[in-house]
């Protein structure tokens, strides 16, 4: 079945750091892929998406790009803030399936 | 956008009631509605698929007549724990897609505790 693997957090950066949280997954077929946020306390925003091999999703300063070679959909940041602390999720869809999520990876990001 | 509201935000109940939460997507028809349970830390945890006009298909594991779903119309899908107990606090968020190729949209999420 489909499964997504992402980095175990949590991971803490100074502010204006580079980031990368790295995901993998196995699918069948051509899934779309996700990245999702969820501050404290709070629901799930989608962050970015990428549908095909080789496109590259961005919002916010994040970027990801889906590799089908390597199975990946790594997120990253040029510089991060504070206010991009939140807990951030890989996902993947395979059309008619309902998402199905990595494990999360919390950032927190000191000043 | 497409936005989908949840209420209520949280709640607190005594252990052996049953608590209601409703899920309803503001500007769409929502032809399909997930629901997730996410513990402390953890990753979220599909419970259940509903259609609307159809029973829900819940994943393995999930009790089907303790977490009852319904999902009557295009605009709500409701999610009801019956008999709550302390094991059933949870963060619980709802999701709702126009369709196949459509986002999904979530809700923000409903802290249940059960005291």
């Known amino acids: 079945g489909n499964s997504v693997t992402q980095m175990e957090g949590p991971v803490t950066l100074s502010e204006e750091a580079f980031l990368t949280i790295n995901c993998t997954y196995t699918?069948?077929?051509?899934?779309?892929l996700f990245w999702y946020v969820q501050y404290p306390g709070e629901g799930l925003q989608l962050l970015l998406k990428?549908?095909?091999?080789?496109d590259k999703g961005s919002n916010k300063g994040f970027e990801a790009t889906y590799r089908k070679e390597t199975t990946s959909f790594h997120l990253e940041k040029g510089s991060v803030q504070v206010s991009d602390s939140a807990v951030y999720f890989c996902a993947l869809s395979g059309g008619n399936t309902p998402l199905v999520f990595g494990k999360g990876t919390r950032l927190s990001v000191i000043a | 956008g497409a936005v989908v509201s949840q209420h209520p935000s949280w709640v607190i109940c005594k252990s052996g009631t049953s608590v209601k939460i409703e899920c309803r997507s503001l500007?769409?028809?929502?032809?399909?509605m997930f629901w997730y349970r996410q513990f402390p830390k953890q990753s979220l945890m599909l419970m259940a698929t509903?259609?609307?006009?159809?029973?829900?298909?819940?994943e393995q594991g999930v009790e089907k007549d303790k977490f009852l779903i319904n999902h009557a119309s295009l605009t709500l899908s409701t999610l009801t724990v019956t008999s709550a107990h302390p094991e059933d606090s949870s963060f619980y968020i709802c999701s709702a897609r126009a369709g196949v190729g459509y986002g999904y949209t979530f809700g923000s999420g409903t802290r249940l505790t059960v005291v």
């Open positions: 990428a549908t095909k091999a080789d």
């Open positions: 500007d769409f028809q929502a032809t399909t």
């Open positions: 699918a069948t077929g051509y899934p779309s």
């Open positions: 509903s259609n609307e006009g159809s029973k829900a298909t819940y």
